[in-house]
Nanobody
Framework: QVQVKESGGGSVQAGGSLRLACTGS????????MGWFRQAPGKEREDVAC????????TYRDSVLGRFTISRDDAQNAVYLQMDRLKPEDTAMYYC????????????????????WGQGTQVSVSS
Protein backbone atom coordinates (compact mmCIF):
# COMPACT_ATOMS: atom_id res chain seq x y z
CA GLN A 1 0.00 0.00 0.00
CA VAL A 2 1.55 3.28 -1.12
CA GLN A 3 1.63 5.98 1.54
CA VAL A 4 3.04 9.49 1.51
CA LYS A 5 2.95 11.51 4.70
CA GLU A 6 3.98 15.08 5.44
CA SER A 7 5.00 16.65 8.74
CA GLY A 8 6.64 19.78 10.07
CA GLY A 9 4.08 22.44 9.29
CA GLY A 10 3.20 25.18 11.75
CA SER A 11 2.86 28.88 12.36
CA VAL A 12 5.78 31.28 12.08
CA GLN A 13 6.38 34.98 11.71
CA ALA A 14 7.59 36.48 8.47
CA GLY A 15 11.33 36.01 8.08
CA GLY A 16 11.29 32.77 10.02
CA SER A 17 12.04 29.22 8.94
CA LEU A 18 10.33 25.84 8.84
CA ARG A 19 11.46 22.44 7.69
CA LEU A 20 8.89 20.12 6.18
CA ALA A 21 9.46 16.39 5.99
CA CYS A 22 7.78 13.76 3.86
CA THR A 23 8.14 10.01 4.19
CA GLY A 24 7.05 7.39 1.72
CA SER A 25 6.29 3.71 2.05
CA UNK A 26 4.92 0.92 -0.09
CA UNK A 27 7.08 1.80 -3.09
CA UNK A 28 10.79 1.98 -4.00
CA UNK A 29 11.21 5.52 -2.73
CA UNK A 30 14.70 6.02 -4.11
CA UNK A 31 13.51 5.35 -7.66
CA UNK A 32 10.96 8.15 -7.70
CA UNK A 33 11.07 11.85 -8.36
CA MET A 34 9.45 13.63 -5.40
CA GLY A 35 7.77 17.00 -5.26
CA TRP A 36 6.34 19.60 -2.94
CA PHE A 37 3.22 21.50 -3.89
CA ARG A 38 1.02 24.01 -2.08
CA GLN A 39 -2.48 25.37 -2.12
CA ALA A 40 -3.49 28.65 -0.53
CA PRO A 41 -7.12 29.36 0.41
CA GLY A 42 -9.13 30.28 -2.66
CA LYS A 43 -6.28 29.48 -5.03
CA GLU A 44 -5.26 26.59 -7.21
CA ARG A 45 -2.60 24.18 -6.11
CA GLU A 46 0.83 25.08 -7.47
CA ASP A 47 4.25 23.51 -7.67
CA VAL A 48 6.93 24.52 -5.18
CA ALA A 49 9.95 22.27 -5.75
CA CYS A 50 10.81 18.88 -7.17
CA UNK A 51 13.81 16.60 -6.88
CA UNK A 52 14.61 13.79 -9.26
CA UNK A 53 15.48 10.28 -8.06
CA UNK A 54 19.07 10.24 -6.72
CA UNK A 55 18.78 13.98 -6.25
CA UNK A 56 20.58 14.76 -9.49
CA UNK A 57 18.13 17.44 -10.61
CA UNK A 58 16.06 19.98 -8.71
CA THR A 59 13.52 22.54 -9.81
CA TYR A 60 12.02 25.44 -7.89
CA ARG A 61 9.19 27.82 -8.35
CA ASP A 62 10.56 31.29 -9.09
CA SER A 63 8.99 32.84 -6.02
CA VAL A 64 10.79 30.45 -3.64
CA LEU A 65 14.13 30.24 -5.43
CA GLY A 66 16.91 31.18 -3.04
CA ARG A 67 14.66 30.79 0.02
CA PHE A 68 13.56 27.15 -0.14
CA THR A 69 15.75 24.06 -0.48
CA ILE A 70 14.54 20.60 -1.40
CA SER A 71 16.60 17.56 -0.44
CA ARG A 72 16.15 13.84 0.02
CA ASP A 73 17.52 11.01 2.14
CA ASP A 74 16.70 7.78 0.40
CA ALA A 75 18.04 5.71 3.29
CA GLN A 76 15.24 7.24 5.37
CA ASN A 77 12.67 7.23 2.55
CA ALA A 78 12.34 10.95 3.14
CA VAL A 79 12.27 14.22 1.26
CA TYR A 80 12.59 17.59 2.94
CA LEU A 81 11.71 21.18 2.21
CA GLN A 82 13.76 23.72 4.12
CA MET A 83 11.91 27.03 4.02
CA ASP A 84 13.80 30.17 5.04
CA ARG A 85 12.87 33.85 4.96
CA LEU A 86 9.22 32.91 4.90
CA LYS A 87 6.67 35.43 3.69
CA PRO A 88 2.94 35.73 4.40
CA GLU A 89 2.29 34.72 0.79
CA ASP A 90 3.88 31.34 1.56
CA THR A 91 0.87 30.53 3.74
CA ALA A 92 -0.74 27.39 2.32
CA MET A 93 -1.37 23.71 2.75
CA TYR A 94 1.80 21.97 1.60
CA TYR A 95 1.59 18.59 -0.10
CA CYS A 96 4.22 16.01 -0.88
CA UNK A 97 3.86 13.73 -3.87
CA UNK A 98 5.67 10.97 -5.71
CA UNK A 99 5.97 10.92 -9.48
CA UNK A 100 3.77 8.45 -11.29
CA UNK A 101 6.67 6.42 -12.76
CA UNK A 102 9.95 5.14 -11.31
CA UNK A 103 13.38 5.89 -12.77
CA UNK A 104 12.01 8.50 -15.17
CA UNK A 105 14.37 11.34 -16.16
CA UNK A 106 11.92 14.09 -15.37
CA UNK A 107 12.89 17.75 -15.56
CA UNK A 108 9.62 19.42 -14.64
CA UNK A 109 7.40 19.85 -11.63
CA UNK A 110 3.86 19.52 -12.93
CA UNK A 111 1.37 18.22 -10.40
CA UNK A 112 -0.55 16.28 -13.05
CA UNK A 113 2.51 14.07 -13.48
CA UNK A 114 2.50 12.98 -9.84
CA UNK A 115 0.55 9.92 -8.85
CA UNK A 116 0.84 9.48 -5.09
CA TRP A 117 -0.12 12.27 -2.71
CA GLY A 118 -0.03 12.94 1.01
CA GLN A 119 -2.73 14.62 3.04
CA GLY A 120 -0.82 17.86 3.49
CA THR A 121 0.61 19.94 6.30
CA GLN A 122 -0.42 23.52 7.03
CA VAL A 123 2.08 26.38 6.95
CA SER A 124 0.96 29.77 8.24
CA VAL A 125 3.17 32.85 8.05
CA SER A 126 2.11 36.01 9.85
CA SER A 127 3.35 39.49 9.07
Amino acid sequence: QVQVKESGGGSVQAGGSLRLACTGSGFDFGDYTMGWFRQAPGKEREDVACIRFKGAYKTYRDSVLGRFTISRDDAQNAVYLQMDRLKPEDTAMYYCAAFARPLYYYNRCRQDDFGYWGQGTQVSVSS
